[in-house]
């Protein structure tokens, strides 16, 4: 990308409290075939725009950014590419939300009553979007149907620094994720606080990244720990209602209880065979805000496809600009501790 002013246009929602920023204008085009190809090329030479748009001084450690274009599937309405602090998501669930009510406000989609039904491509696959429309346009739940979802490797052993070690279940859900209860580390949920939550996940991604050799069955782009799901231990089908935290990308904290995270806990529970399918539960995250989950259909003793329901909101909209002097253009994340102009900790 040129040294030059850059502009880009914005919607922003949010899901569950989870933000879903949405390029809408200032995007370059992105090159490739497919969609996979695209994600390839935004990395590769148009990472600036994820920086500009998710880091502070635009955005913020915890923002998360949608890129639309062109599907390259006839039976897709329209292709999403996903961004965070840290880099781009293969799958996206409370985004997808979001996107269900967007796409029909924007025409993108036709609305009808009293439910209107599209197929969205994304990164992991094609996803089926359910949307509740009423007969004057407005929008209620949307739903997703996710990629076949999966669990393993199982009981796999990470040591987490000091001599110390920890058990996690891996699961996928659109991005692979690593699976505990918050007692396994010593922890609770609801009496430890945050902080101490957060490093003890992001101290399992680095440990999982390290020491893990993920593969996917189909497309070696997805293979590659996303995120680390602390639960409160409950889950269905001993709890109608679960909380977990999510900690994804680098190092960043979902708001909402993550659609591609519940698809992978409830992959981990028909594995466990723990749950039938058609059985609904609530899955909420920080804001408490919850989306439900349920076991659509079983494709094998391994696989699953989820549903996923929730709400999006709408949270502002606007334009933001990089000026080509600004110091801070290509965004900054706030570092753990001030170093001194030579680079060195002041602490």
């Given at each position: 990308?040129?040294?030059?002013?850059?502009?880009?246009a914005?919607?922003?929602?949010h899901?569950?409290?989870?933000p879903?920023?949405?390029?809408?204008?200032?995007?370059?085009?992105?090159?490739?075939?497919?969609?996979?190809?695209?994600?390839?090329?935004?990395?590769?030479?148009?990472?600036?725009?994820?920086?500009?748009?998710?880091?502070?001084?635009?955005?913020?450690?915890?923002m998360?950014?949608?890129?639309?274009?062109?599907?390259?599937?006839?039976?897709?309405?329209?292709?999403?590419?996903?961004?965070?602090?840290?880099?781009?998501?293969?799958?996206?669930?409370?985004?997808?939300?979001?996107?269900?009510?967007?796409?029909?406000d924007?025409?993108?989609?036709?609305?009808?009553?009293?439910?209107?039904?599209f197929?969205?491509q994304?990164?992991?696959?094609?996803?089926?979007?359910?949307?509740?429309?009423?007969?004057?346009?407005?929008?209620?739940?949307?739903?997703?149907?996710?990629?076949?979802?999966?669990?393993?490797?199982?009981?796999?052993?990470?040591?987490?620094?000091?001599?110390?070690?920890?058990?996690?279940?891996?699961?996928?859900?659109?991005?692979?994720?690593?699976?505990?209860?918050?007692?396994?580390?010593?922890?609770?949920?609801?009496?430890?606080?945050?902080?101490?939550?957060?490093?003890?996940?992001?101290?399992?991604?680095?440990?999982?990244?390290?020491?893990?050799?993920?593969?996917?069955?189909?497309?070696?782009?997805?293979?590659?720990?996303?995120?680390?799901?602390?639960?409160?231990?409950?889950?269905?089908?001993?709890?109608?209602?679960?909380?977990?935290?999510?900690?994804?990308?680098?190092?960043?904290?979902?708001?909402?209880?993550?659609?591609?995270?519940?698809t992978?806990?409830?992959?981990l529970?028909?594995?466990?065979?723990h749950?039938?399918?058609?059985?609904?539960?609530?899955?909420?995250?920080?804001?408490?805000?919850?989306?439900?989950?349920?076991?659509?259909?079983?494709?094998?003793?391994?696989?699953?496809?989820?549903?996923?329901t929730g709400?999006?909101?709408?949270?502002?909209?606007?334009?933001?600009?990089?000026?080509?002097?600004?110091p801070?253009?290509?965004?900054?994340?706030?570092?753990?501790?001030?170093?001194?102009?030579?680079?060195?900790?002041?602490?």
């Open positions: 990308m040129t040294r030059e002013e850059r502009c880009y914005y919607t922003d929602l899901a569950a409290g989870e879903v920023r949405i390029i809408t204008g200032g995007a370059p085009a992105l090159s490739g075939t497919n969609l996979l190809d695209k994600r390839r090329d935004a990395m590769r030479r148009h990472d600036a725009v994820r920086r500009h748009l998710m880091l502070e001084p635009r955005g913020h450690a915890d998360y950014g949608v890129w639309p274009t062109e599907p390259d599937r006839s039976d897709c309405a329209l292709a999403v590419l996903f961004m965070h602090n840290g880099g781009w998501s293969t799958m996206c669930g409370h985004a997808t939300v979001a996107l269900g009510r967007w796409i029909i924007q025409g993108i989609v036709q609305a009808t009553t009293p439910l209107t039904t197929r969205l994304c990164p992991c696959g094609p996803v089926d979007v359910r949307v509740e429309t009423d007969a004057s346009g407005r929008t209620g739940n949307v739903s997703f149907d996710s990629v076949p979802a999966f669990a393993g490797p199982l009981h796999q052993s990470l040591e987490v620094g000091g001599g110390d070690s920890v058990e996690v279940d891996i699961a996928y859900g659109g991005a692979y994720y690593a699976i505990l209860p918050a007692s396994r580390l010593g922890l609770d949920l609801y009496a430890n606080r945050l902080d101490e939550l957060v490093a003890a996940g992001r101290s399992i991604i680095a440990a999982g990244r390290g020491q893990l050799d993920i593969h996917h069955p189909g497309e070696s782009d997805l293979g590659f720990l996303y995120g680390c799901i602390i639960t409160d231990g409950k889950g269905p089908p001993d709890s109608a209602m679960t909380r977990n935290l999510c900690i994804f990308g680098d190092g960043q904290v979902d708001r909402s209880a993550t659609g591609s995270g519940i992978a806990r409830l992959a529970a028909h594995a466990q065979r749950l039938a399918p058609g059985i609904a539960c609530e899955f909420a995250g920080l804001s408490g805000v919850p989306f439900s989950g349920k076991i659509r259909r079983a494709l094998s003793d391994d696989e699953v496809i989820v549903t996923v709400q999006g909101y709408y949270s502002g909209e606007g334009s933001l600009r990089v000026e080509p002097d600004d801070l253009r290509a965004g900054f994340e706030v570092p753990p501790r001030l170093t001194d102009q030579a680079g060195r900790s002041t602490t």
